[in-house]
């Protein structure tokens, strides 16, 4: 078993599928030669060649378009989008296309894809290159939406979304890249899409959590825990679909729930996942539902203050969930 | 003869069997296509969006590919390219009446939104032009895999500026994939006219840019098409890379059935129309070259009669999918609970 950062379980897990797989490819901007400007194809180019390791044109249009038509064939691509703030052009191919085309059908043509997107701030990258999009497509049914917190998930969900039979929209945040390690087996393992991860069992509050907020509600809970407050860390894992059932348990095993995520409040992931708690959940509430999330502006701003202050951290964290504990 | 002197059909090598059989399709495709403005005038179906003067344009060039083994992204007025793909009428019919065993869609989509799996025509979309980047991925795909597949993709001369026209393009161009790209220039994208469409004029000459030969054709003659994506399909299947044909075509009817060309088109233009339909052309040079008797037209036209009526009759005795067919085909059904 070997320590890996989460880019690097990225990349060993496209070379295992690869491996596996003559028929997957990956394809997207400076992801040849380059290895990716995050280095998650770094080696794969040497090793696979520049057919299935495809530096594509500067044109997101393309990479997913050209992605859709060659998992029409019966190929599996693993296209890259450089920056998830970068999406956008692509997003008639992803949502008229991507997400329609077994629906459409009826059944008959399938897009069986991978779309890999680095997003997320706090590292410096201005209004551009920090987003959070996840909410841009949690709202279409057609695709999956998988969000990764920890090396060994990365690994579990990319296996996963390479075999899967239908579009996946896969976020891997820029600031867990190189930020968090853990034990990643040597061997293939698959961690279900559609399953959340209690990430810290707890009795006194509820945190339903998704990508680099899950260690900042990780590191306030053990906090909380010398203060006498027991917290439970559910992580989503993947956002579309919920993890219904998952986030019922949690929610009624405190009866305090607290939804944190780095993008913006207002219809965000945490305001589906309030309506389903208040949906099945309300008579097992002791609080309101609360949420913590990015402000409702644009983007992330590019001063070193205004960045540190629009994103979230473990202090943050800590006071919203001693606030709920105390509640 | 030299190939100066003869016939173009001749000069193609094709035989008179042949020639009947692309006037077969291109009658059957305006007969298809007037039954169903009855059929929407009638009430009976909802929408119809018409290939009516891109007959010949559409027949001579889905006529140099290999049905069943090359691949087909079409867009909306492809109706000719869909039936000589192997689509038959009654499909055709099912899809205009949103039957529930239509193979495009199952009553999902719109007519004219095509799709048929095991002819290797691929679904299609309303947004227009994004089934150009499908084709560069199919054709990327195959060459991959190692098989000889060419691909078919269309768009109008509208949608020649759509960001994916350009990036397909590109890509192909970049890596000589086995493409051809045809657009039907009718000179309308609804009531907008070439001139405020297109900037220089031509859509062929965008080909030079993405390192392709752009060629511009008469989507009136029939045969000059033919040659045009003959040409085209051995050079894909030789490794010489994508084309770009523009087929100069008329728009004789409206946009679709919600819209009315009278109020921005001419009497006199719409009038001139009628002098420029494909189907006057070809029946005229078959005659004039002894390829198609009087007798012979009759049958043919007796044929398309019957096959329309036959399919319209039955297509609309196929019963509608249940409504809660509207949730199936989201995702793929759990492994074992396919069906």
Same mark, same amino acid.
């Given at each position: ?43 794969? +180019? ?36 450089? +920056? ?225 202050? +629009? ?15 105390? +509640? | ?339």
């Amino acid at each position: 078993m070997a320590v890996l950062n989460l880019v690097d379980a990225v990349r060993e897990t496209l070379r295992q599928e690869m491996r596996r797989d003559r028929d997957v490819w990956v394809v997207g901007e400076d992801v040849g030669r380059k290895g990716g400007v995050f280095g998650a194809t770094l080696g794969l +180019f040497d090793e696979f060649g520049p057919e299935r390791v495809q530096d594509s044109p500067l044109t997101e249009s393309a990479i997913v378009g050209v992605g859709i038509g060659a998992a029409l064939y019966g190929t599996k691509p693993v296209c890259e989008i450089q +920056f998830a703030d970068f999406v956008f052009p692509a997003m008639n191919q992803i949502i008229s296309e991507a997400a329609k085309m077994r629906f459409r059908s009826n059944g008959a043509w399938t897009v069986p894809m991978v779309i890999r997107a680095p997003f997320g701030g706090g590292v410096h990258g201005g209004l551009y290159h920090s987003q959070s999009v996840e909410q841009y497509f949690t709202s279409t049914a057609g695709l999956k939406v998988v969000v990764p917190s920890t090396p060994y998930d990365a690994k579990g969900l990319l296996t996963a979304a390479v075999r899967d039979p239908d579009p996946v929209l896969f976020f891997e945040h820029k600031g867990l890249y190189r930020a968090v390690k853990s034990e990643v087996p040597d061997q293939e393992y698959v961690i279900p899409i559609g399953k959340a991860d209690v990430k810290r069992d707890g009795s006194d509050i509820t945190v339903i959590t998704y990508g680099k907020t899950v260690h900042f509600c990780l590191e306030a809970a053990a906090q909380l825990e010398k203060e006498g407050y027991s917290a439970l860390v559910l992580d989503l894992r993947t956002l579309l679909p919920l993890d219904k059932e998952a986030i019922v348990a949690a929610a009624r095993k405190t009866g305090k729930v607290l939804i944190v995520h780095e993008a913006g409040k207002t219809h965000g992931v945490g305001a589906e996942v309030a309506a389903l708690v208040a949906e099945e959940c309300l008579f097992d509430l002791d609080a309101p539902v609360q949420r913590l999330c990015g402000p409702d502006v644009p983007a992330m701003p590019y001063a070193g203050p205004m960045e540190k202050f +629009f994103m979230l951290s473990p202090s943050i964290c800590l006071e919203a969930m001693r606030k709920l504990a105390q +509640f | 003869m030299t190939a100066e002197t003869q016939a173009p059909h001749a000069a193609l090598g094709l035989s008179r069997e042949q020639c009947q059989e692309m006037y077969y399709y291109m009658l059957l495709t305006r007969r298809i296509d007037e039954r169903l403005w009855l059929l929407q005038r009638g009430g009976k179906i909802p929408f119809v969006i018409s290939p009516q003067g891109a007959e010949a344009a559409q027949v001579g060039a889905a006529y140099a590919f290999r049905r069943k083994h090359d691949w087909f992204t079409p867009y909306y007025r492809d109706l000719g390219v869909n039936l000589v793909a192997g689509v038959t009428p009654r499909e055709i019919m099912l899809g205009a009446f949103a039957r529930g065993i239509d193979p495009a869609s199952g009553g999902k989509q719109m007519p004219s939104h095509w799709g048929n799996r095991p002819l290797n025509v691929v679904s299609g979309s309303s947004p227009v032009t994004t089934q150009l980047l499908h084709a560069v991925g199919i054709a990327q795909a195959a060459r991959r895999k190692g098989d000889d597949v060419v691909v078919y993709t269309c768009c109008g001369e509208g949608s020649s500026n759509q960001g994916d026209f350009h990036e397909a393009l590109n890509w192909a161009g970049v890596h000589r994939l086995p493409v051809i790209f045809m657009v039907q220039n009718n000179e309308y994208a609804i009531s907008v006219p070439l001139e405020k469409q297109v900037a220089g004029g031509s859509v062929a000459a965008r080909g030079l840019g993405y390192g392709m030969p752009g060629i511009e054709v008469d989507g009136q003659d029939l045969f000059a098409v033919y040659a045009a994506f003959r040409d085209a399909h051995d050079r894909a299947r030789r490794g010489d890379g994508p084309s770009l044909i523009e087929a100069l075509c008329v728009r004789i009817t409206s946009h679709s059935s919600d819209d009315d060309q009278r109020r921005y088109r001419s009497s006199e233009e719409l009038e001139a129309l009628k002098q420029k339909d494909p189907l006057v052309r070809i029946r005229a040079y078959l005659r004039e070259n002894g390829l198609m008797d009087e007798a012979t037209e009759k049958t043919i036209e007796a044929r398309i009669s019957a096959e329309v009526d036959d399919a319209t009759e039955w297509a609309e005795g196929q019963p509608y999918a249940e409504p809660a067919a509207a949730l199936r085909h989201v995702y793929a059904d759990p492994p074992g609970e396919e069906g």
